[in-house]
């Protein structure tokens, strides 16, 4: 077992909150990944978890257990640190059987779980070494080790990869994959990598400024981005946000912006506000032909070539819509040079509204009438009512 | 075709020669720069190294040849140190001298350890007064605490005695402020990791802090050693007699109203020499490279 319950957790230092009230509920055998960039509290979260700082206010319940105030040995957890924080003094070896001696593990016992987990992370040759003589992978597989040999109730991983080369990342991600299926325990995992994330999460918990952001499956959070923060903080260019405004006009809801014209859907009862339009680049596509802009057409941006970068398989281009920057990426080559006009477009179903004070998500629920096929299609026209927060039903997760 | 063929030549011939002056300019430069640091080295080493080389040599003359200033002493004699063995214990001087210097650094040693570790793993109130505090008792000269502390080793009875001599200064500001810097810059990870393994306070502070802080607590042993050893006027003040601790025994015998007996004097002085040498040879190579950070990373 190896459930983990945080409630209203803070941590305050002074007048500064780095975690502010999160509450999570991680399933026994959960890979819960907390992301967020640099300075978000996702770190001071895990210690918060650990037990290696005492939070200013919640509680943290593991198996229904509280051990908010429960010293690090006495809860069960072992952590993986971003610095390996392998004793240099120590062999592979000593290292991994570190936490069965402190438990006062008899001599042979602990010997034969040395071996177990060495034959596990292929360190079996390293035994005898010492960390200085490890390279970063065999480093961060040691670490590893001495968080598994106790076989402990869930793993806490603090940006175990970033140290790591982007060939070794990826190949370790695939370790951890099968370890986590082979263990089966509970993660807590912090990383500021998106790709690491959505890659071995079976949740994530996105925060911003010690706050919980969005909490939902890698798909929902890639999908159906709770807020601006989270939009642009998942992608590669991240999603493109303009500032446009909500409006109706000749029985049509439009979100207008200079050089952008999306019609959503017929309709006069929407109120016209300002909002921010997302679209991920990977959506846009060229327009073949400029169809018209009017009821029931394909969205349109715009507007004129800056850069062309080559990202391998494929391409990105970078273009300036109204004064913003819009990206869009495709299969190589996407046929652009700079300098040169261009109409692109998107699926209806691909485009996310943000409120534009709040940064929240704005979602949009079909009227009863109209049957949820026609949601899906961009041929008919989904008729819908505009609704604040993400709680209410959702297009692409439908 | 003749004009390509003999103009071409001519930057060739031209650019190795620049290349070789250039060169040569600043392998002069080098040379100069590396001569002149190693004879400013060689220097200093020569002005530490030869009044000692003189105090062996002195001590290895033959008796009535003290005052001989060759260079080298020839022929050899040990009558110097047989003299010495004859009139001063010197064998038991030697070693209750090491045993009080041993004992003051371990005393002093393990005071800083434990000091240093309060003060760097824990936050507690008047954290920063208390260690001002420690750190404050450098600034206060010996003469100010000197006859209180003779006044309590009287009232204690350790007058004349070598606890007298030790007790006192178990405790030094130098190992609490050099081991709390280091202690300071030492992975914050580690000491997590071990709480995490399920060590405590003080298992972390023997398995994990003191094995990784094995250069400073080396070099600091060598300075506390040196200093007790050298230390001349509370041992002294304390033991009143001449038979106790070699310091004072090579005083008591060595400086009379004849004057010096240098031979005496030198070979005395070089036996008291050997332990620190010993201490030295033992501790340097621990001083080597502080390897703390190869686990991390």
């Known amino acids: 077992m190896g459930r983990i319950e945080l409630d209203g957790l803070t941590k305050r230092y002074g007048d500064v909150v780095a975690v502010d009230g999160v509450s999570l509920d991680i399933a026994d055998g959960e890979f819960l990944v907390l ?55 120590l062999t592979v070896a000593r290292n991994i059987g570190f936490p069965l001696r402190a438990a006062r593990t008899p001599r042979a016992e602990v010997r034969r779980r040395v071996e177990e987990v060495a034959a596990l992370l292929e360190l079996g040759p390293l035994l005898d070494r010492r ?81 919980l952001e969005q909490l939902g499956t890698p798909t929902e959070v890639y999908d159906t981005p709770a807020s601006v923060f989270v939009a642009g903080f998942l992608g590669s260019p991240p999603m493109n946000l303009l500032p446009a405004r909500v409006e109706c006009h000749d029985g049509r809801v439009r979100v207008l912006a200079d050089d952008v014209e999306v019609d959503l859907w017929p309709g006069e009862d929407v109120e016209a506000r300002d909002v921010i339009l997302g679209i991920r680049p990977e959506h846009l596509h060229l327009m073949a032909a400029e169809g018209p802009a009017g009821p029931g057409g394909m969205p349109r941006l715009r507007g004129v070539v800056r850069a062309v970068e080559n990202l391998g398989a494929e391409e990105s281009a970078q273009c300036a819509v109204g004064g913003a920057l819009v990206h869009f990426r495709g299969a190589r080559p996407l046929g652009l040079a700079a300098g040169q006009p261009v109409a692109l477009t998107t699926a209806r179903d691909h485009i996310h509204l943000f409120d534009r004070h709040s940064g929240r998500r704005l979602a949009w629920r079909p009227l009863a009438d109209r049957p949820l096929a026609d949601r899906q299609s961009a041929d008919h026209e989904p008729a819908a009512a505009l609704h604040d927060g993400v709680t209410t039903h959702q297009r692409s997760s439908t | 075709m003749a ?65 001989n200033v060759s260079l080298f002493p020839w022929p050899l004699s040990v009558g110097n140190y047989t003299h010495v063995w004859d009139v001063i214990p010197i064998g ?133 050693f040196i200093n007790a050893w050298n230390d ?9 007699r001449a038979d106790s601790v070699v310091q004072l025994g090579l005083r008591g015998l060595f400086v009379g109203v004849e004057g010096p007996d240098w031979g005496g004097l030198m070979a005395g002085s070089g036996l008291a020499c050997l332990p620190i040498f010993g201490i030295y040879l033992l501790l340097q190579r621990h001083v080597v490279g502080a390897f703390v950070r190869s686990g991390l990373k």
């Open chain 1, 35 to 89: 992301l967020g960039p640099s300075g978000c509290g996702k770190s001071t979260l895990l210690r918060l978890v650990a037990g290696l700082i005492t939070p200013s206010g919640g509680r943290v319940l593991l198996d229904g257990r509280d051990i908010t105030h429960a010293p690090p040995a006495r809860r069960d957890l072992a952590m993986v640190f971003q610095s390996y924080a392998l004793y240099p003094h």
């Open chain 2, 92 to 224: 038991r001087l030697i070693l209750n001298t090491f045993a009080v210097a041993a004992l003051i650094s371990v005393g002093q040693l393990l005071v800083g350890l434990l000091a240093a570790y309060a003060f760097t793993a824990w936050r507690f109130r008047g954290q920063t007064l208390l260690y001002l505090a420690f750190v404050g008792t450098w600034l206060v000269p010996f003469q100010v605490t000197m006859l209180p502390n003779y006044t309590l080793l009287y009232r204690l009875g350790l007058l004349n005695t070598l606890a007298g001599v030790i007790v006192p200064n178990l405790a030094s500001a130098l190992g609490v402020l050099l081991l709390r810097q280091h202690m300071a810059s030492f992975p914050r990870d580690l000491l997590d990791a071990a709480r995490m393994d399920g060590r405590s306070s003080w298992s972390i502070l023997w398995t994990v802090v003191v094995p990784n802080l094995r250069a400073p607590l080396a070099a600091l042993s060598i300075v506390l």
């Open chain 2, 3 to 67: 004009v390509a063929e003999t103009t071409a030549p001519a930057p060739a011939r031209g650019e190795p020669s620049a290349v070789a002056d250039l060169a040569g300019e600043t392998g002069a430069r080098v040379w100069l720069r590396t001569a002149v640091g190693h004879g400013v080295l060689a220097a200093l080493s020569l002005a530490c190294i030869f009044p000692i080389y003189w105090m062996y040599a002195t001590s290895l003359r033959r008796p009535e040849e003290v005052y």
């Open chain 1, 131 to 211: 960390p200085r003589e490890l390279s970063g992978g065999q480093r961060q597989r040691v670490a590893v080790g001495r968080a598994i040999i106790r076989d402990p109730r869930a793993f806490l991983m603090d940006e175990p990869l970033s140290n790591l080369d982007a060939k070794l990342r990826q190949a370790t991600r695939a370790q951890f994959r099968m370890l986590h299926e082979t263990l089966g325990s509970t993660v807590l995992y912090v990383t500021h990598d998106q790709v690491e994330a959505l890659s071995l999460a079976t949740r994530i918990a996105m925060l911003d400024d010690g706050r």
């Open chain 2, 232 to 240: 001349y006027f509370w041992p002294a003040l304390v033991l009143q």
